[in-house]
T-cell receptor, first 113, second 112 residues
Framework: EAQVTQNPRYLITVTGKKLTVTCSQNMNHEYMSWYRQDPGLGLRQIYYSMNVEVTDKGDVPEGYKVSRKEKRNFPLILESPSPNQTSLYFC????????????FGPGTRLLVL | DAKTTQPTSMDCAEGRAANLPCNHSTISGNEYVYWYRQIHSQGPQYIIHGLKNNETNEMASLIITEDRKSSTLILPHATLRDTAVYYCIVRSYNTNAGKSTFGDGTTLTVKP
């Protein structure tokens, strides 16, 4: 079954404690992306990757890092989380052409105390 | 990518057609119109997309105006399970177009 998986699904942490949210897809997609969703602000893109070792900033990259060492994985790293990063996070992937649809993961709900 | 404008919310009676409009007046020739929906806080789900011709699939129909400045998503027989936030986005088919912008979407409430 084609899918995008994220782990963990729920996470409570404290300010400053580094964390990683993993994202993996089994569709051999070139493109992967991270979004955050906050009430009243819709989905905002954090980072995206067009292929292995190729990443670029989205609209709200501050406070986040990503890496793309393998095609299937695209982890989101918060080196020093702060309460304003409390949010619902989604990973997505699609094929390389612009016609491809995006497949979204189930989401990770993060609370930073 | 072109910006889109959608109504904040709409209601629809169960069993009736739901028509969700989207304005994308600055769309350029190489941009597709995509529709996604998000049920509660689940990951958004693809519905349909098109370039200039009307499209239909098992979920919905997409009507794009001739000047491509607006489109309408039609759910022909809305059910309670179609209650969701519907996003209209436009995206270039340029393979280097990695940025993707979702607006606020339309909250569709299907009522019994």
């Amino acid at each position: 079954e084609a899918q995008v998986t994220q782990n963990p699904r729920y996470l409570i942490t404290v300010t400053g404690k580094k964390l990683t949210v993993t994202c993996s897809q089994n569709m051999n997609h070139e493109y992967m992306s991270w979004y955050r969703q906050d009430p009243g602000l819709g989905l905002r893109q954090i980072y995206y990757s067009m292929n292995v070792e190729v990443t670029d900033k989205g609209d709200v990259p501050e406070g986040y890092k990503v890496s793309r060492k393998e095609k299937r994985n695209f982890p989101l790293i918060l080196e020093s989380p702060s309460p304003n990063q409390t949010s619902l996070y989604f990973c997505a992937s699609r094929g390389e052409t612009g016609q491809e649809t995006q497949y979204f993961g189930p989401g990770t709900r993060l609370l930073v105390l | 990518d072109a910006k889109t404008t959608q109504p904040t919310s709409m209601d629809c009676a169960e069993g009736r057609a739901a028509n969700l409009p989207c304005n994308h007046s600055t769309i350029s020739g190489n941009e597709y119109v995509y529709w996604y929906r998000q049920i509660h806080s689940q990951g958004p789900q693809y519905i349909i997309h098109g370039l200039k011709n009307n499209e239909t699939n098992e979920m919905a129909s997409l009507i794009i105006t001739e000047d491509r400045k607006s489109s309408t998503l039609i759910l022909p027989h809305a059910t309670l399970r179609d209650t969701a936030v519907y996003y209209c986005i436009v995206r270039s088919y340029n393979t280097n177009a990695g940025k993707s912008t979702f607006g606020d979407g339309t909250t569709l409430t299907v009522k019994p």
